[in-house]
T-cell receptor
């Protein structure tokens, strides 16, 4: 079965420290992977994606993610966290079963990141 | 200024009434989506549309209906058959299916 797991409901980190938000996936075919951020009562904002190429992907606001095929993971990272990074983060993977134009995204349940001053 | 707009931001209705949520995009995207977000449950797909005049049910379509008469617009109707309609509703679009989606600001619907 296709799925995305974000194993931590909440991550706490001190400002200035590196942060990691974890994501693992299970999907048939080559995965297309995405990270989004959501601030309270707002829509989701696209951060970055992996489709092919370099396993380290750089995105918005200083975030990056590393694709690891053997571990089926796509963890989100940032070298130095800011208080303003506190938000809800979602990982998503493209549905690999439906072909052509009928592909959907499968979403993780989200991880709440709290950056403490 | 390109993007996705949803209106209204907050909506209140009495139980038994149908209500329509608006979603408009000027990104020239072919695909559009409606999600429902409840605390602790992430995003659940209600309906999606790959192209004008075509749409498919998502995972929780019961009690909802949509139309896609124009590329720019994908309104969602929450009918009285939806047993628990109070939620945060998010509309999104993408160039085509399976690629990154761009989201509107959401509509918070409260039904009492």
């Amino acid at each position: 079965a296709q799925s995305v797991a974000q194993p931590e409901d909440q991550v706490n980190v001190a400002e200035g420290n590196p942060l990691t938000v974890k994501c693992t996936y299970s999907v048939s075919g080559n995965p297309y992977l995405f990270w989004y951020v959501q601030y309270p009562n707002r829509g989701l904002q696209f951060l970055l994606k992996y489709i092919t190429g370099d396993n380290l992907v750089k995105g918005s606001y200083g975030f990056e993610a590393e694709f690891n095929k053997s571990q089926t993971s796509f963890h989100l990272k940032k070298p130095s966290a800011l208080v303003s990074d506190s938000a809800l983060y979602f990982c998503a993977v493209r549905d690999g079963e439906n072909a052509g134009n009928n592909r959907k995204l499968i979403w993780g349940l989200g991880t709440s990141l709290a950056v403490n001053p | 200024d390109g993007g996705i707009t949803q209106s209204p931001k907050y909506l209140f209705r009495k139980e038994g009434q149908n209500v329509t949520l608006s979603c408009e995009q000027n990104l020239n995207h072919d695909a559009m989506y409606w999600y429902r977000q409840d605390p602790g449950q992430g995003l659940r797909l209600i309906y999606y549309s790959q192209i004008v005049n075509d749409f498919q049910k998502g995972d929780i379509a019961e009690g909802y209906s949509v139309s896609r008469e124009k590329k720019e617009s994908f309104p969602l109707t929450v009918t009285s058959a939806q047993k628990n309609p109070t939620a945060f509703y998010l509309c999104a679009s993408s160039i085509n299916s399976g690629l990154e989606q761009y989201f509107g600001p959401g509509t918070r619907l409260t039904v009492t």
